[in-house]
């Protein structure tokens, strides 16, 4: 079962990071949600939702982590990259080869700005790919490039959390998990 972690911050965008929850869990993932707000567990997304995160980040050894998430929405994205700690954990991450993913605006924000997107092929929401340093803007759904997986936006959170079961798990048990929530129903149109 693989670990992962979800870095939530004041403004996040509630479904970029609460679908790959959901996907991620209901697969099986061993899966923690960090708050990196100062002193609270509480966090508020962007649409004003307040929700509790499993842990703080200095609470947090990511060193077992077999992917780190980064939610997008603004102004969550922009908290994330001011977040010392959380940018340290992402480059130590990146240099033992680990998966990242990000989506929305922090594959810009945080991992283009981090300069972990050179060379690279990689998706965002539309109007941040300037921030991309480096990678090749693919303006797809989901794009995946060796180790980063990146979504482009709210719309591509299904897509984006089945990916990253994929490729945390299988492709049989994100099918699986697709199937299950009607997800293959809803892009058949019926």
């Not at 050179?118 to 797809?140: H, I, Q, V």
């Amino acid at each position: 079962m693989a670990r992962v972690y979800v870095f939530l911050a004041d403004g996040f965008e509630d479904v970029e990071a609460l679908i790959p929850v959901d996907v991620l869990r209901r697969g099986g993932m061993d899966l923690t949600t960090v708050s990196v707000v100062e002193e609270s567990l509480m966090v508020e997304s962007a649409h004003g939702v307040q929700l509790f995160a499993d842990a703080m980040f200095d609470e947090c050894d990511f060193s077992d982590a077999d992917l780190l998430l980064l939610p997008g929405g603004m102004p969550g994205a922009s908290n994330l990259y001011e977040h010392k700690g959380l940018c340290e954990a992402v480059k130590a991450h990146y240099a033992k080869g680990r998966r990242l993913a990000a989506i929305c605006a922090a594959p810009a924000v945080v991992l283009g700005q981090l300069g972990l997107l050179k060379g690279r092929r990689a998706t965002c929401y539309p109007g941040f790919e300037n921030l991309l340093d480096g990678a090749t803007y693919t303006a797809d759904l989901v794009t995946t490039d060796g180790n980063i997986t990146t979504g482009e936006g709210p719309a591509a959170a299904f897509p984006f959390a089945y990916e990253l079961l994929a490729l945390l798990a299988d492709r049989k048990t994100s099918d699986q998990i697709a199937e299950g929530m009607r997800f293959v129903h809803l892009m058949k149109g019926n």
